[in-house]
C-alpha cells in the first residue's frame, strides 16, 4: 500500500512521530500519534469511506472541518466524523455500507450532573480574530472562555504557509500564516484570565442564556455575560455534473490534509475558483510537490489578488478565466474534469470545451458566515458580537485587526477603564478588508546602474512590508501608507529584505555592478522541493509567465534571516533583466489536454444539491416552478436539507435556483434549523463521556 505522507516540504517541518497499527475494514494499516482518522487512511491511499444509501455513490472526504457527513466512517462501532475523530493503536474503522448495523448500546443509563461554567466572555472559535480579540479581553482583566472544535488553535492560520499580506504593525504582514497562529495562540496561553477549551463544539444557545457545549467528549454548560462568534466561515459547493465523486472536495479539506497533517491527498489536482482561496491553496499544493493541472475562473479575471494569480502562471500553472466546469468525469473517483469557455451571461460556448486528466478537483468558489451561533445568542437575549469571517468574509489579516477592535469594544461594555478606540482605527480597518483595486501599468524604472528593486506588484491591494523593511526607505507607498503601490525612489543597497519578505513574490533585484551588460537578477523562490543547484539552466518568465529564455543559476542565497525564501541569483542580459520575475517548474506535459473530449449526456439538471439526500437540482426546481417558496416544504417533499449536515450545503444550492428562477430571495421563506448546529450522541446529554449512540 502507498505510503502518502509528504516526506520534504520548502516550509513546514517534517517531524518523525509515533506510529501505531489501526485496522480498516480488517485490515491492519500504520497511523501516527495525534492524527485523525481521514488523513490517516489518505496516509495509506485510500480517500473513499463508504458508499451512499440512497445510490450506492462513493463516500469520502469533502470539507476536513467538521460541517458535513461525507467522511462518516464506524470506529469502533461507532459512527463518527473521520476527519474529526483522532485514531487510536488498535482501533477498528469500518467503511459505511449502506446502513450499517451497529452494536448494542452497553452505557450506563444513569444520569450524571452537568456542570455550569460561567465567564464573562465566550468566544466561539479559536481562528485569527478569536485570538485577537482574546488577547485584549485578558489583558483588560475580563475573564474569557475560549471554545474551539481543533486540538490546536488558530483556525485557517494553521493551514497558511504562504506570507501575509496588510500591515506589519497591525496584522503581521510579511510573516507566514501558521507562525502567526503559533504567536498568538502563545499570546493567549500567557494571559491567566483566558481559559481555552480545545476539541470541544459548541451546540447551540438556549432560550435561557446557557450555551452547550461537548468539552472532550464531556457534555457541559456554559453561561456568559456576552457571546463573541468568531466561528469562521464554511465553503460554497457548486452544481456541475458528476458533482458527487470522491475526490471532489473543497480547498480547507485539502490545506488540512497538506500543511497541517502532511499528506498528500493528489497525484494531479485541478482547481475550481480563482479567488485568494483557490489561488493559494494552488500554490500549497506545488509546495506539496503536487501537480496543479490547472484552475478555471468563472470572471473574466481572477477574483484574488493579482500577484497570487501571477505566482502561479509563471511556475507553470494555466489559469482559465472566462471558463466553467462543465463535469467531473468518472466511476466512483474522478479520473477527469471537462471545462469550456463561457458568454457574458455565464453560458457555456460550445465547441470550447476542453478535458484534462486529474485525479482531485478542488472547489473554491466562495465562502459563507457561520452565523448561527450569533443568531441564537441575539434570540435568546444574550449581548453577541461578532469578528472575522463570522461577520463578514474578509482576509485573515483584515480578521485579526478586527477582533482587536471587538476585543476592546467588548472589555469597555464590561466596564474596563480603556479609552475611546481611536476612529482611526475603524478606517485601518476597512483598509484591511479592501477588495483588490484596479491593475495598474507597470512602471520599470530607467537606470541602468547600481542596484534596483522592480516591482512587479499592479494592483492596489492592503500589503506594506516592503516599504516598512527597506533600510534605506527606498521603497516608497504614496497617499495610504497600507493601501497604495509601492515604487522605488532612492539608494538601493542590495540587502535583498525586499525580495525576500514580499508575500507576493512580486519583488526582484538586477544589480549592474560587476556587469553593465549581463546585470545579476536575484529572484524570490519558496517551492524548494523542486530542487534548484548553481549551475541550473532555468526558463524565466516575465509578469503573465510568458517565455524570456533560459539562464545559468550563479547563486543560491538560503539564510534564515529571509524566512525559508531562498533567493535564486541569475546573470541576464539587460534587455530582459527587469523584464524577469519568476522561473517556471511545472513541464507543460501536465496541463496537456485529452486527445478525446469527454461531453456530459444531455440529461439536464441531474447536478445534485443536496449530497446527503442525493436531490437533484431538476427535483427541486420543478417544486419552484409550481410555485414552492417555502424551503421547508421542500424539505418534506424532497428530504433536502433533513440529511446529517442540516443544510449546510444544499441551503445555498437552493436559494440559488430560486434566483435563476426569478424568485427573489425576500420571497423566499428559509429552513428552520434543527435545535443542534451539529450531530451528538444522545448519551452525552445524560454524562456519559463514551460515544455510543442512544
Not at 482574546?134 to 474569557?144: D, F, M, S, V
Not at 466561515?233 to 497541517?260: D, H, M, P, S, W
Not at 463578514?392 to 489579516?397: F, R, V
Request: glycine residues 10%.
Amino acid at each position: 500500500m502507498s505510503d502518502n505522507r509528504i516526506k520534504q516540504h520548502p516550509i513546514l517541518p517534517i517531524v518523525e512521530k509515533n506510529e501505531f497499527v489501526f485496522y480498516w475494514n480488517g485490515k491492519p494499516l500504520k497511523a501516527r500519534e495525534g492524527e485523525v482518522i481521514s488523513s490517516a487512511l489518505f496516509a495509506n491511499d485510500i480517500r473513499i469511506f463508504g458508499h451512499h444509501p440512497r445510490d450506492g455513490s462513493a463516500q469520502g472526504i469533502y470539507c476536513a472541518n467538521g460541517q458535513c457527513a461525507k467522511c462518516t466512517v464506524i470506529a469502533d462501532g461507532v459512527p463518527v466524523k473521520s476527519c474529526m475523530t483522532e485514531v487510536t493503536e488498535a482501533m477498528r474503522v469500518q467503511s459505511v455500507e449502506g446502513l450499517p448495523d451497529l452494536p448494542a448500546s452497553d452505557i450506563d443509563k444513569k444520569l450524571h450532573d452537568i456542570d455550569t461554567y460561567k465567564t464573562q466572555v465566550l468566544i466561539v472559535g479559536g481562528g485569527p480574530a478569536g485570538l485577537s480579540a482574546a488577547i485584549q479581553l485578558g489583558k483588560n482583566g475580563i475573564k474569557t472562555l475560549i471554545v474551539d472544535d481543533k486540538n490546536e488553535l488558530g483556525g485557517k492560520l494553521v493551514l497558511q504557509t504562504h506570507k501575509f499580506f496588510g500591515s506589519v504593525e497591525d496584522s503581521y504582514a510579511g510573516t507566514r500564516g501558521n507562525d502567526i497562529g503559533k504567536m498568538l495562540a502563545e499570546k493567549v496561553a500567557n494571559e491567566p484570565n483566558i481559559e481555552v477549551w480545545t476539541n470541544s463544539i459548541a451546540l447551540y444557545i438556549f432560550s435561557d442564556k446557557l450555551a452547550g457545549i461537548i468539552n472532550k467528549d464531556k457534555y457541559r454548560l456554559v453561561k456568559p455575560e456576552i457571546i463573541l462568534n468568531t466561528a469562521g466561515a464554511r465553503e460554497k459547493f457548486l452544481r456541475f455534473k458528476g458533482n458527487t465523486l470522491a475526490g471532489i472536495y473543497g480547498a480547507g479539506a485539502f490545506q488540512t490534509l497538506v500543511n497541517r497533517d502532511l499528506v498528500k491527498p493528489t497525484d494531479r489536482l485541478f482547481i475550481v475558483g480563482g479567488g485568494n482561496v483557490g489561488l493559494i491553496a494552488g500554490y500549497h499544493a506545488l509546495q506539496a510537490g503536487i501537480e496543479v493541472v490547472g484552475l478555471v475562473e468563472a470572471l473574466p479575471r481572477c477574483g484574488g489578488y493579482k500577484v497570487h494569480a501571477d505566482k502561479l502562471k509563471r511556475l507553470g500553472v494555466p489559469i482559465f478565466t472566462s471558463h466553467t466546469i462543465i463535469s467531473a468525469n468518472g466511476d466512483e473517483s474522478i479520473s477527469s474534469v471537462t471545462i469550456s469557455e463561457i458568454d457574458r451571461n455565464f453560458n457555456p460556448l460550445t465547441g470550447t470545451e476542453k478535458t484534462f486528466d486529474c485525479d482531485t478537483l478542488l472547489i473554491a468558489v466562495g465562502l459563507e458566515p457561520v452565523s448561527e451561533f450569533a443568531e441564537e445568542a441575539e434570540a435568546a437575549g444574550i449581548k453577541v458580537f461578532a469578528a472575522g469571517d463570522a461577520l463578514e468574509i474578509a482576509e485573515a489579516s483584515s480578521a485579526m485587526f478586527n477582533g482587536k477592535i471587538v476585543g476592546l469594544q467588548i472589555a469597555r461594555d464590561l466596564g474596563a477603564n480603556i479609552p475611546e478606540i481611536p476612529e482611526s482605527w475603524y478606517e485601518k480597518a476597512e483598509i484591511l478588508k479592501s477588495e483588490p483595486g484596479e491593475i495598474c501599468i507597470q512602471k520599470i524604472p530607467e537606470e541602468e546602474s547600481g542596484v534596483i528593486p522592480i516591482i512587479h506588484c499592479l494592483q492596489e491591494i492592503p500589503c506594506n512590508p516592503c516599504s516598512t523593511i527597506c533600510p534605506t526607505n527606498s521603497i516608497i507607498i504614496e497617499g495610504n501608507p497600507v493601501m497604495g503601490l509601492p515604487y522605488y525612489k532612492g539608494s538601493c543597497i542590495g540587502c535583498g529584505k525586499c525580495v525576500a519578505i514580499c508575500p507576493g513574490l512580486a519583488i526582484t533585484l538586477v544589480d549592474y555592478r560587476k556587469d553593465q551588460d549581463n546585470p545579476t537578477v536575484t529572484l524570490p523562490y519558496e517551492v524548494k522541493n523542486h530542487k534548484i543547484t548553481e549551475g541550473d539552466l532555468i526558463q524565466a518568465d516575465d509578469i503573465n509567465g510568458n517565455d524570456l529564455g533560459k539562464f545559468m543559476v550563479t547563486e543560491i542565497v538560503d539564510v534564515k534571516a529571509n524566512n525559508r525564501t531562498q533567493l535564486i541569483r541569475i546573470r541576464a542580459a539587460k534587455a530582459v533583466a527587469k523584464k524577469i520575475v519568476s522561473f517556471r517548474i511545472q513541464n507543460e506535459k501536465v496541463s496537456q489536454l485529452q486527445n478525446q473530449i469527454i461531453y456530459p449526456d444531455e440529461l439536464k439538471d441531474d447536478e445534485m444539491v443536496c449530497l446527503c439526500e442525493r436531490v437533484t437540482a431538476g427535483e427541486v426546481r420543478k417544486l419552484i416552478r409550481k410555485g414552492v417558496t417555502d424551503l421547508n416544504q421542500i424539505k418534506a417533499i424532497t428530504r433536502a436539507g433533513m440529511g446529517p449536515c442540516g443544510a449546510k450545503t444544499c441551503d445555498f444550492l437552493i436559494k440559488q435556483l430560486f434566483r435563476q428562477e426569478g424568485i427573489k430571495s425576500n420571497e423566499v421563506e428559509s429552513n428552520t434549523r434543527r435545535p443542534l448546529f451539529v450531530e451528538v450522541p444522545l448519551g452525552r446529554f445524560a454524562g456519559d463521556s463514551g460515544g455510543t449512540d442512544e
